[in-house]
T-cell receptor, first 110, second 114 residues
Framework: SQQGEEDPQALSIQEGENATMNCSYK?????LQWYRQNSGRGLVHLIL?????REKHSGRLRVTLDTSKKSSSLLITASRAADTASYFC??????????FGPGTRLSVLP | GAGVSQSPRYKVAKRGQDVALRCDPI?????LFWYQQALGQGPEFLTY????????KSGLPSDRFFAERPEGSVSTLKIQRTQQEDSAVYLC????????????FGEGSRLTVL
């Protein structure tokens, strides 16, 4: 499998807490993206970070990228019950397919 | 419609039957991807089209799997002589550019092989 790794595999937190998920990938990349998937639904794009960027913010999301370690992290601040979902990172080399990790299942308890 | 449309949403097949899964990408999107997602796992790449050209089919698990996009828009994923291990959700995604930007996913086709 070309998949990278994500950790933790599952994360359970209380509403209002922050959630941090990590992702590692195996090859050089053009960009790395994070997606969210609600149960039984398709994936929804959250944020994209390019290989020459180190950090990016979008609303309550903060993504970091360390190309020397081939790793990325996604931080969701002030979590809500509606953030309960699976989160996947996808690494992309220009013109080639996107390689997804196994995902982190996040449960936010009210 | 505004999004990626996949049909059927659910398909039950008897082992040995052929199935065809359809994907209607967002109009004008150049790139189209098929992924297979087993329960509790991440999507696994199957194949990638740029317009009508199939540029990468390295993820197709066997020669029973075949995909086409003859006019560069709608794509069909065909699975011949289905096996129980083919049971999964098949996700289609499209992208406006050449495989470097955001992917727009359909809701998936859940295949169950009995």
């Amino acid at each position: 499998s070309q998949q990278g790794e994500e950790d933790p595999q599952a994360l359970s937190i209380q509403e209002g807490e922050n959630a941090t998920m990590n992702c590692s990938y195996k090859t050089s990349i053009n960009n790395l993206q994070w997606y969210r998937q609600n149960s039984g639904r398709g994936l929804v794009h959250l944020i994209l970070i390019r290989s020459n960027e180190r950090e990016k913010h979008s609303g309550r999301l903060r993504v970091t990228l360390d190309t020397s370690k081939k790793s990325s992290s996604l931080l969701i601040t002030a979590s809500r019950a509606a953030d309960t979902a699976s989160y996947f990172c996808a690494s992309n080399l220009y013109g080639q397919n996107f390689v997804f990790g196994p995902g982190t299942r996040l449960s936010v308890l009210p | 419609g505004a999004g990626v449309s996949q049909s059927p949403r659910y398909k039950v097949a008897k082992r040995g039957q052929d199935v065809a899964l359809r994907c209607d990408p967002i109009s004008g999107h150049v790139s189209l991807f098929w992924y297979q997602q087993a329960l509790g796992q991440g999507p696994e790449f199957l194949t990638y089209f740029q317009n009508e050209a199939q540029l990468d089919k390295s993820g197709l698990p066997s020669d029973r799997f075949f995909a086409e996009r003859p006019e560069g828009s709608v794509s069909t994923l065909k699975i011949q002589r289905t096996q129980q291990e083919d049971s999964a959700v098949y996700l289609c995604a499209s992208s406006p550019g050449t495989a470097t930007g955001e992917l727009f996913f359909g809701e998936g086709s859940r295949l169950t092989v009995l």
